[in-house]
């Protein structure tokens, strides 16, 4: 048998009463059990049920008695620590404009090939970084050789003719002019070479018969038929050569036509040229190569998206409610949060702030003018230009999450 229970058997009957009468109705603060010789006497009977919970009560309201101002300076710090939270919160967000609708932007450039042809090197890698002016691809050049050279042996060929026609021209400036004047002198002979032969005819007429004979006079007048046809000859021969302008001006015409196709043959040789140089597809400014679509051997044809290049300036569209306007103006001082990238800390400033909301700009804005109305609050985007913060060794990808806060005041 344990001692436990060695000692419980020999206790008295009174002894274990009292044991649980002070277990039952002492609380750990009512007053400790009075000595045994204060004890009342032992009559045989228990004490009232209502007397052992009446002292619970007291106690338990001594208990709370004592912990009350515990309490109440527990709930002050409470009420004064939210205070000072309430005031710190109102003063840190005070003339502060937020919103989480907001990413980084930025320009995307769409790169096509401008001749067809089949690639034949392949110069960049995804997402590496291209300098203006640098290669990306290479289109196979000697169909484009071969228009080139084909241009150039039709720009030769219509200079030369054009050279010959300006050689003419100048030709022609003078031989017009020498020819009406040949055709006037001639005229002038055979005038003079009329006036002869119509003199001898007429001494013919006069002459008695006996001084002349019949062949005589037909001879002479055969003569002036012949100078009188000589004559018009000659006067048809001035006609025809009068118009001496319009004659050089319809071979200065012609050379103007040669110089044309001249323009015209330099204009085939500039554009097989041209093409020839489009074989080499190049940057058109620093960026990031995103979105390739193409490979060694693909046949392009003009206009097909081969590429896009991301440029280097990056800003943030925030799209702010309109009710979030009333005090942002262009060059407020804006502090942004990347998401992707807690650790930055940028600075910016408003830029500017778009005219028309964003369901304005949709490819089916909303008719407010027909049917019901809901007012729903709009949000306006806004462009924050990034001033300082950014690290060039993390790359800040279009299209993210960032948190921006415009000081208003």
Do not use: C
Not at 27 to 46: C, S, Y
Not at 88 to 106: F, P
Not at 356 to 383: H, L
């Amino acid at each position: 048998m344990a001692v436990d229970e060695v000692e419980a058997t020999s206790r008295s009957p009174e002894a274990t009463r009292a044991e649980r009468r002070g277990q039952e109705g002492q609380g750990p603060n009512q007053v400790p059990n009075k000595a045994p010789d204060e004890a009342k006497p032992d009559t045989g009977k228990a004490p009232p049920a209502d007397s052992g919970k009446a002292a619970a009560a007291a106690a338990r309201e001594e208990t709370r008695k004592k912990r009350r101002p515990t309490v109440l300076i527990v709930g002050a710090v409470v009420l004064a620590l939210l205070a000072i939270g309430g005031l710190y919160y109102w003063i840190t967000t005070r003339g502060i404009e937020d919103t989480d609708d907001a990413y980084t932007d930025g320009r995307a450039i769409t790169i096509a090939p401008q001749v067809a042809g089949a690639v034949i090197s392949l110069d960049v890698n995804d997402n590496q970084f291209v300098k203006q002016g640098q290669p990306l691809i290479h289109i196979d050049p000697r169909q484009y050789q071969i228009d080139r050279e084909q241009a150039e042996g039709a720009l030769a060929t219509a200079q030369a003719q054009y050279r010959g026609q300006q050689y003419g021209l100048e030709v022609a400036k003078k031989n017009f002019p020498a020819q009406l004047e040949q055709a006037k002198a001639q005229l002038e002979n055979a005038k003079a070479t009329k006036a002869r032969t119509q003199a001898d005819y007429d001494r013919q007429k006069a002459l008695p018969k006996a001084a002349t004979s019949q062949q005589d006079v037909d001879a002479a007048e055969a003569a002036l038929k012949q100078a009188e046809a000589q004559v018009a000859l000659a006067d048809a021969q001035v006609t025809q050569n009068s118009p001496v302008t319009e004659r050089v001006g319809e071979t200065d015409a012609a050379v103007g036509q040669l110089k044309g196709q001249v323009e015209q043959a330099q204009a085939r040789l500039d554009q097989a040229n041209l093409n020839l140089s489009w074989t080499v597809v190049k940057a058109p400014q620093d960026g990031w190569i995103t979105k390739r679509n193409v490979e060694k051997g693909n046949y392009v044809a003009p206009g097909q998206q081969i590429f896009s290049i991301v440029a280097t300036e990056v800003w943030i569209t925030a799209n702010f409610k309109e009710s979030q306007l009333v005090n942002m103006r262009p060059g407020q001082h804006v502090a942004i949060r990347i998401d992707a990238y807690p650790q930055l800390r940028l600075e910016g400033h408003v830029d500017s702030i778009q005219l028309g909301s964003g369901s304005k700009f949709t490819a089916f804005p909303p008719e407010n003018a027909t049917g019901n109305f809901i007012k729903i609050v709009q949000r306006v985007p806004v462009k924050i230009v990034i001033d300082k913060g950014l690290d060039p060794n993390i790359p800040l990808p279009l299209g993210i999450s960032v948190s921006p806060k415009v000081s208003v005041q």
